[in-house]
C-alpha cells in the first residue's frame, strides 16, 4: 500500500463531450429504461425537450474520458489489480439533452489508509454550454492492501 | 409518496450478454466484466455485473416511480457483493421521510441472498 496523498488536490484538464441522440438510446436500452423521454424524440419533443433526454445514470458515459485519465494518473498510483469500486454518489442539475456539450473535471478529493486498505475519492463536476452543473459526482475506489 | 410508503419493485434479469452491451454502451470495458476466462482467472465466478449498471436500475426503480428523470436530484450507494449475469436483480426502496417537495428513499438491490448495491440513499423531487 503507498497511497500518494501528495496528490490530494489535483484537478484534471477538462474534457467534452458531445452528447448525441443514438448514444443516449445506446445507454438507454443497455440499462432497460422503459420512459420513452430517453427512445422516442417525438415523445421528447411533445414533453418540451429539444431532443432526447439523457437518463441520469448517464452521467457515466459524459464523464468517462475525464474519470478514466484519473482513475490512471500514475501521481495518483492506484493499483487497478486491487481496486474495486466501493461507493458512488450523483447530484444531479439541469437534464442532459442530446446535443449538449458537457465539459468535465476532476480533483483528486481524498486519499487515506484505513485498516490496511487505500480509499481513493474523486470528485468530478460537469457542466454543460450554458455553466450550469449538471452532476457532481463522488467516486470511492477502495484498494485492498497487499501482502507485501 | 409518504414516510414510510414502499416504492414498487424493480425486478430485471440481466441476460447472458448484457455486460457486453452494458460496456460498450458506458466504455467500461474493464476485463472482470466481458471475458469469462479473465475473471475466473483472478477468482471470480465468472463475468460480473457492473456496479453503476447495477446503481442504474436503483436509479431507474426512483424515476419510474417519481415520474421521469428529473426528479431524481441526488444518488449515493455503496457497492458490495457481486452482481452475476442470469439471476434476478430485485431493487427495493422504501421513503424514509418528505420534507417539502423532496423524498428521501433508502433503496438497495438484491441478487438473492447477495445484497449488491446497499445502503443506497435517493433525494427524489415530487412533481
Given amino acids: 500500500m503507498n497511497a500518494a496523498s501528495d496528490a ?5 484538464d477538462p474534457v467534452t463531450y458531445a ?3 443514438e448514444k443516449i438510446r445506446e445507454y438507454a436500452n443497455a440499462v432497460g429504461e422503459t ?6 424524440l417525438e415523445a421528447a419533443r411533445a414533453a418540451g425537450h429539444a431532443d432526447l433526454v439523457a437518463p441520469p445514470m448517464f452521467v457515466v458515459v459524459y464523464t468517462s474520458p475525464a474519470i478514466g485519465p484519473a482513475f490512471f494518473d500514475p501521481a495518483v498510483g492506484m493499483d487497478f489489480a486491487r481496486m474495486v469500486h466501493g461507493a458512488q454518489d450523483f447530484a444531479w442539475g439541469p437534464l442532459v439533452i442530446a446535443g449538449d456539450e458537457i465539459t468535465t473535471e476532476v480533483e483528486v478529493a481524498d486519499i487515506s489508509e484505513r485498516g490496511g486498505m487505500g480509499f481513493y475519492v474523486f470528485e468530478s463536476r460537469s457542466d454543460n454550454g450554458s455553466g450550469e452543473r449538471v452532476c457532481t459526482g463522488t467516486w470511492t475506489c477502495i484498494v485492498r492492501g497487499g501482502e507485501s | 409518496m409518504e414516510a414510510g410508503e414502499q416504492l414498487p419493485e424493480l425486478k430485471v434479469t440481466p441476460d447472458r450478454y448484457l455486460t457486453v452491451r452494458y460496456a ?6 474493464n476485463p472482470i466484466h466481458v471475458d469469462e476466462e479473465f475473471a475466473r482467472s483472478v477468482g471470480l465466478p465468472g463475468r460480473i455485473l457492473h456496479g453503476l449498471w447495477t446503481m442504474a436500475q436503483v436509479a431507474r426503480a426512483q424515476t419510474e416511480a417519481a415520474g421521469g428523470p428529473g426528479s431524481l436530484k441526488r444518488l449515493s450507494v455503496q457497492f458490495r457483493g457481486m452482481g452475476v449475469p442470469e439471476q434476478e436483480v430485485v431493487v427495493t426502496s422504501k421513503v424514509r421521510e418528505v420534507s417539502g417537495d423532496v423524498a428521501l428513499v ?3 438491490a438484491r441478487q438473492g441472498d447477495t ?3 446497499r445502503r443506497g440513499e435517493a433525494e427524489v423531487r415530487l412533481s
Fill in chain 2, 24 to 29: 460498450g454502451a458506458s466504455g467500461d470495458f
Fill in chain 1, 19 to 21: 452528447v448525441g441522440r
Fill in chain 1, 8 to 12: 490530494i488536490g489535483r484537478v484534471s
Fill in chain 1, 35 to 40: 420512459n420513452p423521454l430517453h427512445t422516442d
Fill in chain 2, 106 to 108: 433508502d433503496a438497495e
Fill in chain 2, 115 to 117: 445484497r449488491i448495491v
